[in-house]
């Protein structure tokens, strides 16, 4: 009895310091004991809820999961998980996480609730973001290939004041683009859905393609792309548009890092049975603060070290994603005031 006693002491004291929400419940889904963070979080006291079904707090539109819930501990299963909103008492609603634990031999049902709603809000935030994001993409392309064909001569030649307004609106187009598609690249990485079109790829030629495109980017900044070294017959199993994705991202970074009338130099070097890629600046580094974050989203280091406007701060990270499809890895070696290297290796396509 004394033991008995005690047991419920020692219960009664976790659920007392606990911050999580904790409870009992018989199988009628009552609850019979709660802990003091359900007050702090819906606001009713542990009293104002015992002896009620939780069902009567849930959203009507939340019930069918949460009884669902029910069902698959009553069939066996004595971990269930789940999600829903519950009433608070201002009569709002509130995310909560469920994990509900069955013990047959004291027929109660014992469950760890967590407050989710802030995640929840920047969930559905996300999801709408993304979905303006997906609206914005068809119309911004229109623009930015309707800007170029003027700046081609389509509509014949422009007067000055009109051509250097139509570079500023194509420029500005182009940023755009850039921006959703970094946006929607970065969302299909977190949710899993990066689909890579594989296929065997001469990495030697891929990267002179890449070096080609972006000589004009880089010319703008009047900095020179130079090929230092290329070793052929590396080819890697890869998908052609998210390799030059990858390049195109180490190679734009490094020519806006770059000193007027630097050089960034490149080279493409096997090892074994792997291919490196390299990318080198001679800008003013990265800075030691800065680095663990380098391939982080939304990361950028201070502005006022290259010589243009702030980009989305999600290029490396979506190249990281892409490289560790791959099967590769990416890092970067860095001197303040020197030089700075980005590089990336692939494992190389063995023949047959």
Same mark, same amino acid.
């Given at each position: 009895?004394?033991?008995?006693?005690?047991?419920?002491?020692?219960?009664?004291?976790?659920?007392?310091?606990?911050?999580? +929400?904790?409870?009992?419940?018989?199988?009628?889904?009552? %609850?019979?004991?709660?802990?003091?963070?359900?007050?702090?979080?819906?606001?009713?006291?542990?009293?104002?809820?015992?002896?009620?079904?939780?069902?009567?707090?849930?959203?009507?539109?939340?019930?069918?999961?949460?009884?669902?819930?029910?069902?698959?501990?009553?069939?066996?299963?004595?971990?269930? @998980?789940?999600?829903?909103?519950?009433?608070?008492?201002?009569?709002?609603?509130?995310?909560?996480?469920?994990?509900?634990?069955?013990?047959?031999?004291?027929?109660?049902?014992?469950? !760890?609730?967590?407050?989710?709603?802030?995640?929840?809000?920047?969930?559905? +935030?996300?999801?709408?973001?993304?979905?303006?994001?997906?609206?914005?993409?068809?119309?911004?392309?229109?623009?930015?290939?309707?800007?170029?064909?003027?700046?081609?001569?389509?509509?014949?030649?422009?007067?000055?004041?009109?051509?250097?307004?139509?570079?500023?609106?194509?420029?500005?187009?182009?940023?755009?683009?850039?921006?959703?598609?970094?946006?929607?690249? #970065?969302?299909?990485?977190?949710?899993?859905?990066?689909?890579?079109?594989?296929?065997?790829?001469?990495?030697?030629?891929?990267?002179?393609?890449?070096?080609?495109?972006?000589?004009?980017?880089?010319?703008?900044?009047?900095?020179?792309?130079?090929?230092?070294?290329? @070793?052929?017959?590396? %080819?890697?199993?890869?998908?052609?548009?998210? #390799?030059?994705? !990858?390049?195109?991202?180490?190679?734009?970074?490094?020519?806006? %890092?770059?000193?007027?009338?630097?050089?960034?130099?490149?080279?493409?070097?096997?090892?074994?049975?792997? !291919?490196? #890629?390299?990318?080198?600046?001679?800008?003013?580094?990265?800075?030691?603060?800065?680095?663990?974050?380098?391939?982080?989203?939304?990361?950028?280091?201070?502005?006022?070290?290259?010589?243009?406007?702030?980009?989305?701060?999600?290029?490396?990270?979506?190249?990281?994603?892409? !490289?560790?499809?791959?099967?590769?890895?990416?890092?970067?070696?860095?001197?303040?005031?020197?030089?700075?290297? %980005?590089?990336?290796?692939?494992?190389?396509?063995?023949?047959?």
């Amino acid at each position: 009895m004394a033991e008995d006693r005690r047991a419920e002491q020692e219960l009664q004291r976790f659920f007392d310091l606990s911050q999580d +929400m904790l409870f009992t419940a018989g199988t009628d889904g009552q %609850f019979q004991k709660l802990s003091p963070a359900w007050e702090t979080v819906l606001g009713f006291l542990p009293e104002e809820l015992r002896g009620h079904p939780h069902i009567e707090f849930v959203h009507p539109e939340d019930r069918d999961v949460t009884l669902r819930g029910a069902r698959e501990l009553r069939k066996g299963n004595r971990i269930v @998980e789940f999600e829903n909103r519950f009433r608070t008492r201002t009569g709002l609603y509130r995310w909560l996480n469920w994990r509900v634990y069955f013990d047959p031999e004291t027929a109660l049902v014992y469950g !760890v609730v967590r407050d989710v709603d802030e995640r929840k809000r920047v969930d559905q +935030m996300r999801e709408e973001f993304i979905s303006v994001s997906h609206e914005l993409r068809t119309p911004l392309t229109s623009i930015r290939g309707a800007l170029g064909l003027l700046a081609g001569g389509v509509a014949g030649d422009l007067p000055p004041q009109a051509r250097s307004l139509l570079d500023i609106a194509a420029s500005n187009s182009e940023r755009l683009v850039r921006l959703i598609n970094d946006i929607l690249d #970065i969302e299909k990485v977190e949710s899993g859905t990066l689909g890579l079109r594989m296929e065997s790829l001469d990495l030697a030629v891929a990267l002179g393609q890449a070096l080609e495109v972006n000589a004009v980017y880089a010319r703008y900044y009047e900095v020179g792309l130079r090929l230092v070294r290329s @070793e052929s017959g590396a %080819f890697v199993l890869g998908d052609p548009d998210r #390799i030059q994705q !990858v390049l195109a991202n180490l190679l734009s970074n490094a020519a806006k %890092f770059s000193p007027r009338g630097g050089t960034v130099e490149v080279e493409m070097v096997r090892e074994g049975r792997r !291919v490196r #890629i390299s990318v080198r600046d001679h800008g003013p580094g990265i800075p030691e603060a800065f680095r663990s974050r380098v391939f982080e989203r939304f990361a950028q280091a201070d502005a006022s070290v290259a010589r243009q406007e702030r980009g989305t701060g999600l290029g490396l990270s979506i190249s990281k994603a892409i !490289v560790e499809r791959h099967g590769g890895r990416i890092w970067f070696e860095s001197e303040p005031g020197v030089q700075t290297t %980005f590089s990336f290796d692939l494992p190389v396509l063995e023949p047959g």
